[in-house]
């Protein structure tokens, strides 16, 4: 008698001081009913918390232990990217998922991005916050302007058409994105993995719309305006910088970077 095949969802959960929520993102990770029988793998790792985070983590794990959690740890804080790097590499679901620790986004909406690549058109589904008639919190213009941008800059250079190049809500077939040599350490982990999976031939790349309950930076939030001058850099360095051959869209983006270097300095000064 054959084997059945169990396939899962690999999602994977990069931790920074994050105990005071992590257990209400595994409950709603845990609720969660998938498609097509999907069972769920879920890669938490701490990268280098300072706060009770791992006690939290090491509780949940004992009182839920019928959940099929890894739990990998950082010795030394090493970036949001790098987190990453680690769970995608422990993977071993069929399609993998990448989750914010905190509760920006929401678990029940997986199976809206698991859709379109179980009914087999797609192999990588994008979660935008900015299509779509789900909740969107209402936060900051500035970075909601910064986050088009960067996606409109993104997608010069990969020739997609996505909305939402930031979004955490990335949903892979695990072996696309294992076969990757990824690098980034922090937050230019986005435009990084969204070059290099534009290069695969023949991907085909998805985009839905989801929800999305932001928070401020009194609540939690960690990004910063550093963050999207990374963006910017990783955006020429994964893009522009391994081919010279569009050197019009080089002079554009340097044109968009130092208007928005400006913008920046202006608002700083003013502040």
């Known amino acids: 008698m054959q084997e059945e095949v169990i396939h899962k969802l690999s999602i994977v959960i990069p931790v920074f001081n994050e105990g ?18 999907l069972q769920k793998e879920i890669l938490i790792i ?39 790097h680690t769970g995608i590499s422990k ?34 589904v994008y979660g935008s916050r900015f299509i779509g008639g789900n909740p969107h919190r209402i936060l900051f213009f500035w970075h909601s302007l910064g986050n ?19 979004t955490c809500y990335k949903m892979f077939r695990t072996k696309h994105i294992q076969s ?19 290069r695969i031939p023949n991907i085909r790349i998805y985009e839905v719309g989801i929800s999305y309950y ?18 910017i850099y990783c955006i020429f360095k994964y893009n522009l910088f391994k081919s010279f051959q569009n050197l019009f869209f080089l002079s554009i983006l340097l044109a968009i970077f130092t208007a928005i270097l400006s913008g920046l300095i202006i608002l700083l000064l003013q502040s």
């Not at 257990?23 to 498609?35: E, F, G, S, T, Y």
């Not at 937050?187 to 290099?196: D, I, L, N, Q």
């Not at 932001?214 to 963006?231: H, L, M, P, Q, S």
Request: aromatic share 8%; proline share 2%; net charge negative.
């Open 20 to 37: 005071e929520t992590i257990h209400l993102i595994l409950d709603k990770v845990k609720a969660v009913q998938l498609l097509d029988n």
């Open 46 to 84: 701490n990268d280098c918390s300072t706060d009770n985070t791992e006690e939290s983590i090491k509780k949940y794990m004992k009182e839920h232990s019928d959940m099929n959690i890894q739990y990998l740890i950082h010795k030394k804080n090493k970036g949001k990217g790098a987190a990453l």
């Open 91 to 124: 993977a071993t679901g069929k399609y993998l998922i990448i989750q914010d620790a905190d509760l920006e986004y929401d678990p029940e909406e997986y199976n809206l991005l698991l859709k379109p690549i179980i009914k087999g058109f797609a192999d990588v």
């Open 148 to 166: 088009r941008l960067l996606t409109f800059m993104s997608n010069m250079n990969t020739n997609l058409n996505l909305t939402d190049m930031e």
């Open 180 to 198: 990757l040599e990824l690098k980034e350490k922090r937050f230019g982990f986005e435009p990084e993995v969204t070059a290099k999976i534009a």
């Open 214 to 231: 932001g928070r401020t930076f009194a609540e939690g939030k960690k990004i910063n305006w550093k963050d999207g001058v990374r963006a």
